[in-house]
């Protein structure tokens, strides 16, 4: 079967050769998803048919260059964000309220504190983190974290500046609260970074549980969503203008469930985003403004009960297909594309965090689809909860349990 396989490759790879070029994928990657197996073994959960060929269970690919992921530190306490420092070094976020520093050799900072408090509870806590593209000179952190507020929690973003001393947060203030508040403990969302034009990208969930879940079509609540603010919290110039009376003017786009991964494309800037769906539904999306991700009018996956979700439907009009889904669900969290020089196959694929599948998703994107999945780190059995790529073009990846890994050329 393997023999067989390979040599269908080696024919589809002439031939691709001598007609075209594709970006992204060597000669003799099969490009046509019906010719090559995926990297997922297990049946799917649901039998729902896909918008278009290719939009999940790709054909797998693999890197050919030498590699290897490193567990550098295992120090670290369920770290949930990560983001490289000008000058090399990675800060990160600890789900109980703090951050830490670490050196690319994996010698841990103390705690940074002076943080507003979070709560901890179920998903909730200390999340998402960026720096301020100016952080070499005003040394500004944004994150978001579940609050504690009147009527539940809320997912909310603060910034403030690192002290000169890295063992302190000062001039912490909250620049956004998405509401409603809501009593219960899933569903934050809870990643951020900034877009092209130098405002905020942030992720909200819909908290989960059935009376909020509508929540994330109604364009007067922010969960569910992805909101575009400037730096001070306020809603950002160029925002789309959803036409529903009371439209929130911070809402980016509408329809999620539970984004915890945010990517800007290096190739076009647009926002890519992961979403944790219900059993069988997990997203790949390509965002843009104004637009309707669908959530939970039309989803690839049913209720962890196995029960279907809404009419049940996957396709309708004016909502956006997922670029990619997965069935059996991977939980996808952070993500980042590859623009290093150290792996030349890997420039512009994105790399991605999978929790509850526990490795590390490498896809090949060409023309915004997906073209090849790959499994990174499996055999070290990790929750990846976030990646980023390091000053020095290496990946860098934390796990929940713990550990900082350094992916890079062997
Ligand atoms: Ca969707």
Known sequence: ?????????????????????????????????TIGPGVESNPPNTNYTAAFKGQTRIQAVRTTTAFQGTA????????????????????????????RIATTSGALSNAITGLPAVNPSGQGGLLGLCIDPQFSSNRMIYWVFSENVSGGTQTSVAKGRLAQNEQVLENVTVIYRAGPAYNGTL???GRILFDRTGNLIVSTGERSDLPTR????????????????TTNGLPAPGNPSFSTAGALPELYSIGHRNPQGLAVHPATGEIWQSEHGPRGGDELNRLQGGRNYGWPTITYGIEYSGAAIGAPIQQQNGMEQPAYYWDPVISPSGMTF???????????????????????VRLV????????????????NQRFRDITQGIDNALY??????????????
């Open 1 to 33: 079967m393997k023999t067989k396989f390979h040599l269908i490759a080696v024919a589809f790879g002439i031939i691709m050769t001598a007609s075209c070029s594709k970006p992204g994928l060597d000669d003799e990657t099969i490009i046509d998803p």
């Open 72 to 99: 550098i530190s295992t120090g670290l306490t369920a770290p949930w964000g990560i983001t490289a420092l000008p000058d090399g070094r990675l800060l990160i976020t600890q789900k109980a309220g703090t951050m």
């Open 187 to 189: 569903h934050y969302g």
């Open 214 to 229: 509508p929540l994330a079509q109604s364009v007067t609540s922010g969960l569910g969503k992805i909101i575009r603010i």
């Open 338 to 360: 590859y623009t290093g020089n150290r792996i030349a196959e890997w420039q512009n694929n994105l790399f991605i965090g999978s929790l509850s599948a526990t490795h590390i």
């Open 365 to 380: 994107i060409d023309n915004n689809r997906v073209v090849g999945e790959e499994r990174l780190l499996a055999s070290e």
């Open 397 to 410: 990846a934390i796990t929940d349990g713990g550990r900082l890994y350094r992916i890079d050329r062997s």
